[in-house]
């Protein structure tokens, strides 16, 4: 997974450490169970 | 006289970037902030995304020092209406609000490659003063289909912090890909 950062001094596409990759596979946990609840609402 | 005081009733976008073809987990617009204005918009056009869930919907966070603002700060409502076929909202016009450690920008369709994009518009207020931040934001979704959306939110962080920059990805920024065809920032005067 990559990242893009944009700044005043440029535009470098860099990739995801070990850990942010980690968080974000966390964050989908609960993102699917927040998006099971409203298809259920 | 009357020229001098027509000017100074002009509401002045000035663009501080304009990007194109951005394709990424997560873009990060930082620096951009100064006290020079109080008011910034973010037009973030074409976009669309990849993920089993996370990829449907858009969300974004603040940059302090150079980390994302991720704790449950940011409270924010919004008013939508989703036609017939929207995966996660009910049929007509309805009311939300949560707060989450991410602005919940709401539903898009996960129709990447397919050319079916989405568009919003948001206004960040006085982001370089250490204090609650306040936004907003308009939406326009279509999936192409029978999908079509219209989302208008607004919201504030619950606490005081200095934002340098946003950070945009997928929903709760988990793992999926966002495509973004331009992302333009502006100061306004």
Known sequence: MKKIIITPNGTQEVDLTAEEIEQAQANNANAQATLQAEATS | VQILVGLQCLVMYVKLYEGSNL??????????????????????????GQGSSTGTRLSVRFIEGGS?????????????????????????????WNNYSFIDVGYFHDSAGTGKKS?????????????????????????????????????????NQ????????????????????????????
């Open chain 2, 162 to 189: 200095l934002a340098t920059g946003l950070a945009i990805s997928v929903y709760s920024f988990g793992s999926g890909t966002l495509e973004v065809d331009k992302i333009k920032l502006y100061g306004v005067k």
């Open chain 2, 23 to 48: 394709t990424a987990n997560t873009i990060t617009v930082d620096g951009y902030f100064t006290s020079d204005y109080d008011k910034y918009v973010l037009e973030v056009i074409g976009y669309n």
């Open chain 2, 68 to 96: 994302q603002l991720t704790s449950n700060y940011y409270y924010t409502g919004d008013y939508h209406y989703a036609s017939s076929g929207a995966n996660n909202w009910s049929n007509g016009w309805q009311v939300s």
């Open chain 2, 119 to 159: 568009d919003t518009t948001f206004t960040f207020f006085r982001p370089q003063t250490n204090k609650s931040h306040s936004y907003n934001y308009a939406s326009n979704i279509w999936d192409g289909a029978n999908t079509i959306g219209w989302i208008y939110g607004a919201g504030h962080t619950a606490t």
